[in-house]
Every structure is written in structure tokens, then in C-alpha cells.
């Protein structure tokens, strides 16, 4: 599990990453999924206050599909974000090796709709947080210079995303250096700005006073 949250009703939902392979297929997850996937899937698990599990279910399609992410909705269902190697079963709209994927499932673990953000090369979202208009910021890192991503620094970028609460693109931005730059968490402030946090290890273009390889780098966006 990477991540892990208290529910409205007093419960827990955490999510992470399912060994398919190792398992023998749905092995012991008891999901009540009826179709063998492949590699790895998100993996989400429902707990009540004590931690007793009320129901579980993996997605993602043939290939490595990693879930490191999970917000709860107002309408009492679940947003999911990861990484996706996958091009088949839920994923309908793959862009490359690895994209952003977005879930969202009902309270009951069924899926409502999924979204796939990023280009031809290595893409991995980390974090999710609410907006305060009701949509959705997705954070992680991008190695692409195509299809969604518009500007590209260096080997590995912060990379940004802006979501309506149906998970629909609003804006993206990419930041960072010629370096490798990991964004892990994002959060919007009262004041309606955003603060991206990760690591670096570039000394140039948006990244200033570098102070020696890997660097903590802490982004506020107007």
C-alpha cells in the first residue's frame, strides 16, 4: 500500500499496488473482479473504523499498473492516480510507455470513469488533491515532451495537472531544470495558489541555489 486515508464514515481506503504475477492471477484478493488482468493493478481496499475490510478491487489492464494516490469525493466515491503501463482492460485511452492514470469509483468499488494524461515517454502521477472549485490536482513526473505535456526542461520534470471533478484536462504545467526533477505531493492554498514538492537535482532554468545532487524543491504557481 502507498497510501491511505479516513473516510467520511469513519473508515479507512487505502491503495496501492496488486502482484498479479505473484498472486497466480487474482491469487488471494477475494475482489469479486471476474477477469484476470496482468502484471500489476491499482489495488483499493475499503476498511470500517476497526479496520475490517468491507471490500476490495483491483483495475488496470495486461501490463505494470501502480496506484500511489487516493482523495474522497463529495458525493461519497473515491479518485485514484498512478502510474499506467497498461493499454487494454480499463484503460481505454493509453498515450505511451507510462501515463498518469486517473480513476474514479463509486462507494462500492465500481468504476465510474478513468482518464489517461501524458505523452510517448514516462509519465507518474504521485498525488491527487481536492481543488477548492471542486476539481481535482494530480502531481508527479513526466519524461515526455508530446501529446499533453506542452514544454519540456530536462530528463525528468515535475509535471502538474488541472482536473474538472470529471476528470477532464483543464490545464497542465511542466517545472523543473536540464536534470531529474520528482514532484510527490501538491496541495492549493487558501489563497487559491498551488505548492509543488519534490525533489531535484538540475541547477538551472527554474531551478535556483542548488545545493548539491538531490534536493528537496518546493514550487508555488501563481
Known amino acids: 500500500a502507498y497510501s491511505v486515508i479516513a473516510t467520511s464514515d469513519n473508515g479507512l481506503f487505502m491503495v496501492g499496488f496488486l502482484d498479479i504475477t505473484a498472486s497466480g492471477g487474482a491469487g488471494n484478493d477475494f475482489s469479486g473482479n471476474t477477469t484476470q488482468h496482468g502484471v500489476g493493478e ?3 481496499h475499503k476498511l470500517d473504523a476497526n479496520g475490517n475490510l468491507e471490500w476490495r478491487r483491483y483495475f488496470g489492464g495486461t501490463n505494470n499498473d501502480r496506484a500511489y494516490d487516493v482523495i474522497e469525493t463529495l458525493d461519497n466515491g473515491y ?11 480499463d484503460i481505454s485511452s493509453p498515450n505511451g510507455s507510462y501515463d498518469f492514470w486517473v480513476i474514479k469509483v463509486n462507494n462500492q468499488g465500481g468504476l465510474v470513469w478513468e482518464k ?3 505523452g510517448s515517454g514516462f509519465d507518474s ?9 471542486g476539481g481535482i490536482f494530480v502531481s508527479g513526473s ?27 484536462l483543464e490545464w497542465e504545467q511542466s517545472l523543473g531544470g536540464s536534470g531529474i526533477d520528482f514532484s510527490y505531493d501538491v496541495l492549493q492554498t487558501p489563497d487559491n495558489k498551488v505548492i509543488v514538492v519534490g525533489s531535484s537535482d538540475s541547477t ?7 545545493h548539491g ?7 508555488k504557481l501563481k
Not at 513526466?142 to 505535456?149: E, L, M, V, Y
Request: charged share 20%; no cysteine.
Open 204 to 210: 538551472d532554468n527554474q531551478v535556483t541555489g542548488n
Open 142 to 168: 513526466t519524461r515526455s515532451d508530446d501529446n499533453h505535456i506542452t514544454q519540456s526542461f530536462g530528463q525528468n520534470d515535475f509535471w502538474v495537472l488541472k482536473l474538472s471533478s470529471s476528470g477532464n
Open 125 to 133: 502521477a504521485r498525488a491527487i488533491k481536492p481543488a477548492l472549485d
Open 42 to 44: 491499482f489495488w483499493a
Open 79 to 89: 479518485i485514484i492516480a498512478g502510474a499506467a503501463e497498461s493499454l487494454d482492460f
Open 116 to 118: 489517461s494524461f501524458g
Open 213 to 219: 545532487d538531490q534536493d528537496g524543491w518546493i514550487v
